[in-house]
């Protein structure tokens, strides 16, 4: 599924077959609010009253053209703008491939300044979304450039399969960032990285200890069950600095079990129609919604995971 999820030319091929985009689309639905702002913003309104914080993300990567670059840009003001209109504080995630990082450095540079421009006097973070390794060093050198700006309203996420991500946090974070970690969606040699591993989560949890005592504010992105439990049993979430983030339609009920308990819980909305390397990372972490994506398309029902995060359930 993640070298399918790498096929450039596969994902044009469903993004230009519009029987083929539809149909997949319903599988989709599990995961991506919708194609449009609306939707995304629609879902975030419903989980925010439901006591939840929300990152809302409009899906797209390596983009190809300049001119694709501004659409994207234009996009993502338009949505700060809303949620500035709207008081809301969420939080704006993006890859920066998505702004020009595929064309060049400077490029994406100069988008992301633009939109914490307008970002940091509405107090809405913008947050970087960790690509694969071939981009790391120009992320890490994006993030560095703009987070110098913008100290308080940029954040970065960081991969804990990769190899080098322990000092990337030592050594190019300033003082009381903002930061995510990941365990990596990304397909990695083993050079550069682990594969999902009780080593692994020994990493992941050494890096949020590692985030937290360096005085970050840590967004702990993850669905395993184990970690939660760990970090929990720990303390860590007790001084305030740290949250769960998940993503949108995963585990929904581990979710409400956290919010219902009181934790900071944060969902990791999606919309866009750009959802093909998304959703095959998501089939790929868990086979078996390779089956539910198959049903959901043969069924034609529509589905709507918002309904299921109302805390009210467990009670
Ligand atoms: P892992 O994959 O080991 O799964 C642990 C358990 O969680 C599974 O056993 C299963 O129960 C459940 N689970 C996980 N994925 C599931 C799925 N798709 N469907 C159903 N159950 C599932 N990656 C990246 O490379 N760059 C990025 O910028 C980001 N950004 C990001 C933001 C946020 C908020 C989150 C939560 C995740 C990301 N990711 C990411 C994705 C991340 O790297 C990782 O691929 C997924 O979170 C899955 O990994 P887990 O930590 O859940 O563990």
Redesign the pocket.
């Known amino acids: 599924m993640k070298s399918i999820a790498r096929r450039a030319d596969l994902k044009a091929y469903v993004e230009h077959n519009p029987q083929l985009y539809q149909l997949l689309r319903r599988a989709a639905a599990r995961?991506v609010t919708g194609d449009d702002r609306r939707d995304g913003l629609e879902a975030a309104a419903s989980l925010t009253a439901q006591g939840y914080d929300v990152?809302l993300e409009y899906i797209g990567e390596n983009t190809a053209t300049e001119a694709e670059c501004e659409a994207a840009v234009r996009e993502l003001s338009g949505l700060i703008a809303e949620l500035a209109g709207n008081r809301r504080k969420a939080r704006v995630?993006f890859?920066l491939s998505h702004i020009g990082l595929s064309l060049h450095t400077d490029l994406a540079l100069r988008n992301l300044l633009q939109l914490a421009e307008q970002a940091e006097p509405a107090g809405i973070e913008l947050f970087i979304?960790?690509?694969e390794s071939a981009k790391t060093d120009r992320v890490l050198d994006v993030y560095e450039r703009s987070v110098a700006r913008y100290p308080s309203s940029i954040g970065i996420?960081l991969?804990a399969?990769l190899h080098r991500t322990a000092a990337d946090l030592a050594q190019r974070l300033p003082g009381n960032s903002l930061v995510?970690i990941?365990?990596?969606?990304?397909q990695e040699s083993e050079q550069s990285a682990l594969p999902?591993s009780e080593q692994?989560?020994r990493r992941?949890l050494e890096l949020v200890e590692h985030a937290i005592l360096q005085g970050h504010r840590v967004?702990i992105?993850?669905?395993?069950?184990q970690?939660i439990d760990t970090i929990l049993t720990r303390g860590w979430l007790s001084e305030g600095a740290a949250e769960f983030?998940?993503?949108y339609g995963?585990?929904t009920e581990l979710s409400r079990k956290l919010k219902a308990a009181g934790h900071p819980v944060?969902i990791?909305l999606t919309y866009g129609s750009e959802w093909y390397l998304y959703i095959c990372?998501?089939?790929a972490?868990?086979p078996?919604?390779l089956y539910r994506a198959v049903i959901d398309m043969a069924s034609g029902e529509s589905v709507d995971p918002v309904n299921s995060y109302a805390v009210s359930r467990d009670r």
């Open positions: 995961y990152s995630s890859d979304s960790m690509e996420t991969q399969q995510r990941v365990k990596g969606a990304y999902r692994l989560n992941y967004s992105a993850t669905h395993d069950q970690i983030e998940m993503l995963i585990r944060r990791y990372h998501r089939i972490e868990h078996p919604n």
